[in-house]
Every structure is written in structure tokens, then in C-alpha cells.
């Protein structure tokens, strides 16, 4: 009996750790399961993805016949390399900033291939760019990727030898890189924020190519102009992602 209330309190001791531990795993998941709701909206978004983008290419005749035509029409390529931001997500076919390229630079001899693909991370870019350069033979490529890889947790290490490989692949195909840089919301950490965004900066430096630092600069805090979702610009940003573009990418064309 004496020993009774100290195997009481033993108990009540371990059941209390382990609602505690019950407490802790709940917030680790509802964290996940929040970061799980982001990547389902950058899931592909219906009309995008890997086979629209080959069936688009089909349709446009793209492969050695058609470079060698684009070549000897004085037609140059841009190659867009992106994630959600850059694949139309949630707005109208032709609303994208990359659809408003289109339209500025056609009149100058460019056309514009856009392999952008909703959910997109630097390693999945990283598998499909060899085949685009053969594909496009672009003389500019952009590369906006590296977002969702801070969504889904990926080490930044890793997302940044597969922008410096992409890179590396571009320049080896005779393509000029362009690096479209992203940053994350202050929720993911100060620390984390920061590096995320010099990251962009140091590869840009390092490798000595052209960066826009922020594709959604001058309205990211503001959620009129994002969708619903809090995470994908409306079609009335897209013309304010141009803007942030353009006066980086204009030097090159």
C-alpha cells in the first residue's frame, strides 16, 4: 500500500510525457500536412505539365528540323525552365508573365519555349533541361526553380548543385543563363529566409550570370494579388513579374 501512490505517480508522470510527445508529433504534423496542402496546389494544374509541354512541342514541329529552320529564319529561342510561377497555375492560357514574353519579344524575331511544370523542383529541371536544349536549342535559358524545394523540405545544398549543374548544361549547349531568384516567407525562419535568397545571389556571382533577385519583388506582401491559395499570383501580377524580368533579360536579347 505504501508503495502504492509512488507507482501512481510514476505512471501518471510517464502518461504525462507521453501526452506531451502525443502534443509535440500532432503540431510536427499538422505542420506537415500544412507544407502537404502548399505542394497539392503546385501539383500539375490541368493543360501543364511534362506531356502538355511534349505534346506542345509536337505540335510546334520542335527537334533538329525545326532549329535548323528557327536558325535559318534569324528565329531565336528563349527556353523558360520553371515551377508554377512560370506554368500559367490558376489564371488564364496567355495571362502568364511568360505568355506576356511571348507577345513583347515576337515582334523582334524570339520564340519563346515554355517546359514550365507546376510543382517542379531543381532536381526534376535538372533530369529534363539536356533534352530541352537539344529539343529548343534556345539562345537564352531561364531558370526558375528552387521554390518548391524549400516546400518540400529538400536540403538547399541540393538545390543549389542542381541550379550550378543546369547551369553548367546550358552553357555547354551554347545557351546564355538567366536565374530568376526566389525568397521564403519569414514562417520558414529568419535564418532559413535569408539563406535561401543569398543563395541565388552567391551562384549568380560565382558563375558570373545575369539574376533578376526576386521575381514576385514589389508585391509579395500583398495577397490582393495573389489567388486564394496565399501562394499563386492572379493574372493582373503576372504583367509585374515581367516588369521585374525584363530590364535583366532585355540586356541579353
Known sequence: MDKEPVILTVRRSTAGKALAERSRGSDRRAVRRLLLRILALAVVWPGHGVAADRAAGAASGSGPSANAAAAASGERRILILGDSLSAEYGIGRGEGWVSLLEQR???KGW?????SISGETTAGGLSRLPDLLKKHGPAIAVIELGANDALRG???ASTEAN?????????DAGSKPLLLGMMMPPNFGPAYARQFSEMFKRIAQ?????????LLDGFADDLAWFQPDRVHPTAKAQPRML????PVLSEML
Not at 541550379?163 to 552553357?171: E, G, S, V
Not at 516588369?243 to 525584363?246: G, I, M
Open 105 to 107: 519579344t515576337a515582334p
Open 111 to 115: 520564340r519563346i519555349a515554355n517546359a
Open 154 to 156: 529538400l536540403p538547399m
Open 163 to 171: 541550379l550550378r549543374k543546369m547551369i553548367a548544361f546550358a552553357r
Open 206 to 214: 560565382t558563375e558570373r550570370i545575369a539574376l533578376v533577385p526576386f
Open 243 to 246: 516588369d521585374n524580368v525584363w
